[in-house]
């Protein structure tokens, strides 16, 4: 016995789906994955900051030591054993600046594909005394 063909009410002889029916999952899968993808990349970003946290620290150690030894801090990234001008996986480059005879202060500037990362494009570590300010907001210096 043969079946008729599906026919939906109101398109008779058109089985399937129309133009506008396509559309509008179209637009609401582009809705949700205009939602989505942003946080899924949040947590990347976020985890490309370690880069400058472990430079940043690096640099901080350095300069504890550079005063131990000879009582100033230093604006001369060459004076600090092991640091190097960018961060490990060089999505940042570094900087120092004495802010006084016993405080200077880091900062970790993104490069490239990580200047997307609006709310930490410069990570701040100002020392006076050994005593750190991380900057600009705690949410740069952890996960």
Known sequence: M??????????????GF?????LIVLA?????????VPGLRSPAGRMARLDAVQALMRVQSEQES?????GLYTDDLRQL??????????????SLAIQGPDAYRAVA?????QQ???????ITLDVTLGFATRGPTPACWGP
């Open 109 to 113: 500037l993104a490069v490239g594909q």
């Open 28 to 36: 609401v899968v582009a809705i949700l994955a205009g939602l989505t």
């Open 81 to 94: 054993r092991g640091v190097q001008p960018t961060s490990p996986q060089g999505r940042y480059t570094l």
């Open 66 to 70: 550079l005063r131990a030894l000879s």
């Open 116 to 122: 997307a990362d609006r709310d930490c494009k410069a």
């Open 2 to 15: 043969n079946k008729p063909a599906l026919r939906r009410p109101g398109h008779p002889g058109h089985p």
């Open 18 to 22: 129309t133009l506008i029916e396509c």
